[in-house]
């Protein structure tokens, strides 16, 4: 019997240990959550080892009618929770009242059976809301997430006796609106995680104060590309374990608004990060907003477009902050890295430049070798095709001789700089070193091509680790 024989090569990258991250997570004040929510997170059985929350549900409580706005992944393969999100979300006009999410299983290429799991975990999961005479006229008002390994079905007697655990006469009832509960919800949401993700804050629009609460999970098969409900990939983007996310308001919001303000928010934020470059079937991202802070009255872009506004960039900051989250505990990652891309003609143009440079495996084997290789960086640059400012008008191209690239450190201390103007300086790699063994520091590339401030957009990755791939070389076992 023949066998493949490895030489094992001489390496100056020394193989780092996993970085803690514990420190991300930690307990946050009951007064900062958002009214008129109950929360919890369960062990149903999806996952073999006993006692691991694998089951979070979400329910308003709020008298109120709830608004809910949603973006979902555009691949082609949208797993089964994804398409009855869609529809429920569709049918009632963006009005939902509770989210219901599984970890441990995708429910993804899983045809028939998956679609009837999908609508069992809506409909029992619907059975514990509490009566509203607003609401009486939709038949489902759960939109349902799921994530972990593809082409398996949901073990869904056990995920439906997790649901009805929380029936108001159950004696397991946890549904709770406390950070404890919050924090389960959290766990739930988690696959190769190393941490609950969970986030909140207090904002105010015309003197009136709210509250934003949310979770999310992710650390592999993370580069979203998320729309509004319908829409699909296309392939004028690059393919991006899956990226979930919830956030709640008590603030109210009227649906249309809430969806406009998803989608801008989204693009600037979970549509920003990369991981390894790859497009779940099942990304999701969902808000909630109640009005339970507002009596009832909603917020409109179009009778109040400052406080919109407002709320808006309260949105955008905050799906930011989560974002940032996903990539911090990107699997394997030892660094934290924002691409930033100014100069470009457009935001499109420079958030698809900082895509690209995320995106490359050889910049991120380099970040994880804390090698300043800025020719890498230029090459994924000028790989982007920039868009055309009409269909009559030619595509603009990247003038080498006006590209500028360097490397910012997080603490504050001068930035290097390692092309200017098109040639490369005289790098100090002292210097250079200094600022790569950081976690944190950033890359700013400048084409040069305009002085638009819409010509910026930000990314946030991480770099290629040894530990990438033992991760994912057995996630299934």
Not at 12 to 27: E, G, M, N, R
Not at 241 to 250: P, V
Not at 394 to 403: A, E, L, Y
Not at 413 to 429: A, I, K, R, S, Y
Request: glycine share 8%.
């Amino acid at each position: 019997m023949s066998r493949l024989v490895f030489k094992r090569f001489s390496s100056t990258i020394t193989i780092k240990p996993a970085l803690s991250k514990a420190h991300h997570h930690a307990p946050l004040p009951d007064s900062t959550f958002p009214a008129g929510y109950a929360l919890t997170g369960v062990h149903a059985g999806v996952k073999k080892k006993p006692g691991v929350l694998d089951l979070g549900v979400i329910i308003s409580t709020s008298e109120h009618p709830t608004s809910a706005a949603a973006c979902f992944t555009r691949n082609a393969f949208k797993a089964a929770p994804v398409l009855v999100s869609e529809e429920i979300l569709s049918t009632n006009g963006g009005r939902a009242r509770a989210i219901v999410v599984n970890s441990g299983c995708a429910n993804a290429v899983t045809g028939k059976q998956g679609l009837d799991d999908a609508w069992a975990m809506a409909e029992e999961t619907d059975k514990l809301l509490p009566s509203q005479s607003s609401s009486s006229q939709y038949k489902h008002e759960t939109l349902v997430m799921s994530t972990g390994v593809i082409g398996q079905t949901l073990p869904i007697s056990k995920i439906l006796s997790g649901i009805r655990s929380q029936e108001s006469e159950s004696p397991n009832r946890s549904l709770a609106s406390d950070f404890s509960a919050w924090e389960r919800a959290a766990n739930a949401f988690m696959t190769t995680d190393t941490f609950p993700k969970l986030r909140s804050r207090v904002f105010k629009i015309n003197g009136k104060e709210y509250r934003m609460a949310g979770m999310d999970k992710g650390a592999g098969m993370i580069h979203p590309d998320m729309g509004p409900a319908g829409t699909n990939f296309s392939g004028s983007k690059q393919l991006h374990a899956t990226l979930l996310g919830a956030i709640m308001t008590d603030a109210g919001v009227t649906p249309r608004s809430l969806q406009s303000a998803l989608t801008y928010a989204v693009d600037r934020s979970f549509n920003s990060i990369s991981v390894d470059g790859d497009m779940s079937t099942n990304d999701t991202i969902v808000v909630l907003a109640n009005g339970a802070a507002s009596s009832g009255m909603e917020i409109d872009e179009a009778t109040d477009k400052e406080g919109y506004q407002i709320f808006r960039k309260e949105l955008t900051d905050f799906a930011a902050d989560l974002a940032k989250l996903v990539v911090r505990d990107g699997e394997g990652a030892t660094k934290f890295v924002t691409v930033t891309v100014k100069g470009a003609p457009t935001y499109k143009d420079a958030h698809a430049v900082a895509s690209k440079v995320s995106t490359s495996a050889l910049v991120k084997t380099a970040l994880y070798g804390e090698d300043a290789n800025w020719g890498r960086i230029l090459a994924a640059t000028g790989s982007v095709p920039l868009s055309a400012p009409s269909p009559s008008a030619p595509s603009p191209t990247i003038d080498p001789t006006r590209v500028n690239v360097t490397f910012i450190p997080a603490d504050g201390t001068t930035p290097l700089p390692v092309l200017v103007n098109g040639e490369p300086e005289n790098v100090d790699e002292d210097r250079a070193k200094e600022i790569l063994v950081n976690e944190d520091f950033e890359i700013l590339v400048d084409l040069g091509m305009s002085d638009n401030p819409e010509g910026t957009a930000q990314y946030w990755t991480c770099d290629f680790s040894y530990e990438y791939v033992r991760i994912n070389g057995d996630y299934r076992s």
